[in-house]
């Protein structure tokens, strides 16, 4: 079974400035996906980022980056030019690709408050 | 429009209600699941459902019952609930086993 570790439950950071959420994994495969999603308080969860693990490049999306180091199990994102919209709850997940419909295992969540 | 919508938004219901919650997905995927949020908990995979056949279920009790007619809608049928039962029920959606969810609102339960 697959595990997702989020060892910062909440974090903060100036506008403006950029923040980096940790992520760890433990998985046997050697085939699978990792996102982080996140979650403001209106509820709903969106995609933030995406990274297959046969790539070696870092996902990139506007001011969003990950550092993924496989061999390490580790998954951070990096948010850059802290925007107050970033306020969130983000979440890592871990996705093994199953036939049709994938099954994702997700961390406990980081709060993240981005503060004026 | 999130493509993913969910009602009720909030519902509470006492122990020996029967209940129902409703998502609808329209952006054409294949794959529909429901997850549970509680606090301080992660997420919990409760079923998925692909081409509208049940191919996880993750030792739910039965007081959960889903129902899937077709690839577009799911619905998680709730009876004779706990208090512990309470928490945010996320409906989501992918195209295959190797896209990202999209999630809904949310239905907020709570159970008296």
């Known amino acids: 079974a697959q595990t997702v570790t989020q060892s910062q439950p909440e974090m903060s950071v100036q506008e403006a400035e950029t923040v980096t959420l940790s992520c760890t994994y433990d998985?046997?495969?050697?085939?699978?996906?990792l996102f982080w999603y996140k979650q403001p308080p209106s509820r709903q969860m969106i995609l933030v980022i995406r990274?297959?693990?046969?790539?070696?490049q870092n996902a990139t999306e506007n001011r969003f980056s990950v550092n993924f180091q496989k061999a390490a199990k580790s998954f951070s994102l990096k948010i850059s030019d802290s925007q107050l919209g970033d306020t969130a709850m983000y979440f890592c997940?871990?996705?093994?690709?199953?036939?049709?419909?994938?099954?994702?295992?997700f961390g406990d969540g980081t709060t993240l408050t981005v503060k004026p | 429009e999130t493509g993913v919508t969910q009602t009720p938004r909030h519902l509470v219901m006492g122990m020996t209600n029967k209940k129902s919650l409703k998502c609808e997905q329209h952006?054409?995927?294949?794959?529909m699941y429901w997850y549970k949020q509680s606090a301080k908990k992660p997420l919990e995979l409760m079923f998925v459902y692909n081409f509208k056949e049940q191919t996880e279920n993750n030792s739910v009790p039965s007081r959960f019952s889903p129902e899937c007619p077709n690839s577009s809608h799911l619905f998680l049928h709730l009876h004779t609930l706990q208090p512990e039962d309470s928490a945010l029920y996320l409906c989501?959606?992918?195209?295959?086993?190797?896209?990202?969810?999209?999630f809904g609102n949310g239905t907020r339960l709570t159970v008296t």
């Open positions: 952006l054409g995927h294949n794959a």
């Open positions: 989501a959606s992918s195209q295959d086993g190797s896209s990202p969810l999209h």
């Open positions: 998985t046997s495969e050697s085939n699978y996906y």
């Open positions: 997940a871990f996705m093994k690709p199953w036939t049709n419909a994938g099954k994702s295992t």
């Open positions: 990274q297959e693990a046969y790539k070696q």
